[in-house]
């Protein structure tokens, strides 16, 4: 986690599985894991521009899980984070198969959850990955 520019920490503590879990809680989504469209499927349908990779592939890689909306909730109230970047978050199958992709961010003193097309990247918006130990 850390070499991607996260800051891991001890959010919790998962009882029926005897797992503590990390996260990242660096102040902004860790810039080593930004600019990445949702999944390899949103990948693969970039004729043009395409970016290095996706979230849910990268964190796989990497032995993370995404964050749902109501982990990212329960993190946003251990401190303010994505005050100037966004998070992809885990996307119901509904709505992915729509096309489209979940992410979080504060601004204005609130969480939000916004959509977008799973294909989309931005320099801003990158992940927050959850390691149960």
């Given at each position: 986690m850390e070499i991607s520019g996260g800051e891991p920490d001890v959010i919790g503590y998962d009882a029926s599985t005897d797992q503590y879990l990390f996260c990242d809680c660096a102040p902004e989504s860790p810039s080593g894991r930004r600019s990445?469209?949702?999944d390899g499927e949103?990948?693969?349908?970039r004729k043009e521009n395409k970016p290095a990779g996706s979230a849910c592939e990268v964190a796989a890689s990497m032995g993370l899980e995404?964050?749902?909306?109501?982990?990212?909730?329960?993190l946003q109230a251990l401190g303010e984070f994505d005050l100037k970047t966004?998070?992809?978050?885990v996307t119901p199958k509904d709505i992915?198969?729509?096309?489209?992709a979940l992410f979080?961010?504060?601004?204005?003193?609130?969480?939000f959850v916004y959509h977008n097309g799973a294909q989309s990247y931005y320099a801003a918006r990158g992940f927050r990955g959850l390691l149960r130990v």
């Open positions: 990445l469209c949702y949103a990948l693969a349908s995404l964050l749902t909306e109501q982990q990212y909730r329960a966004s998070s992809w978050l992915r198969a729509l096309g489209g979080g961010d504060r601004r204005y003193g609130q969480v």
